[in-house]
C-alpha cells in the first residue's frame, strides 16, 4: 500500500481525514499514484492533474523522502521509502501571492 497525504482541500473534496491509502500493481511512479487515486476517489478527476496533458496542475507539489519530486518525469519511479509504504509521497497546495 502506497501512503498519500493530500492537501486540506483535495481532502475536503474526497471526503477523507488524514492519509490515503492506495494499491498500486507495477510501477509504483507519480502517474501509477495519481492514476490509483483518482479511481478510488472520482471526485478528484481533474483536480491534481490535467486532463487533456497528464501534467500535474500548477499549485501543486510532490514530495517524498524530503525530496521535491514535482519536476520528475510522471513515469519515473518514486523511491524505495514511498513503495514500501515507510514514507507518504506529500502532495501539496502551494501558496502564491504577495
Do not use: N, W
Request: aromatic content about 4%; overall charge negative; glycine content about 8%.
Amino acid at each position: 500500500m502506497i501512503r498519500v497525504v493530500l492537501p486540506p482541500h483535495l481532502r475536503g473534496l474526497a471526503h477523507v481525514t488524514g492519509e490515503v491509502q492506495v494499491d498500486i500493481t507495477g510501477p509504483v511512479t507519480q502517474r501509477s499514484v495519481v492514476d490509483a487515486i483518482e479511481a478510488s476517489y472520482p471526485m478528484l478527476r481533474g483536480t491534481i492533474r490535467d486532463h487533456v496533458t497528464q501534467q500535474r496542475r500548477p499549485f501543486l507539489r510532490f514530495f517524498a523522502c524530503e525530496e521535491d519530486l514535482s519536476h520528475e518525469s510522471i513515469d519515473t519511479p518514486l523511491p524505495e521509502a514511498v513503495v514500501s509504504g515507510k514514507e507518504p509521497l506529500l502532495i501539496v497546495g502551494a501558496i502564491a501571492g504577495g
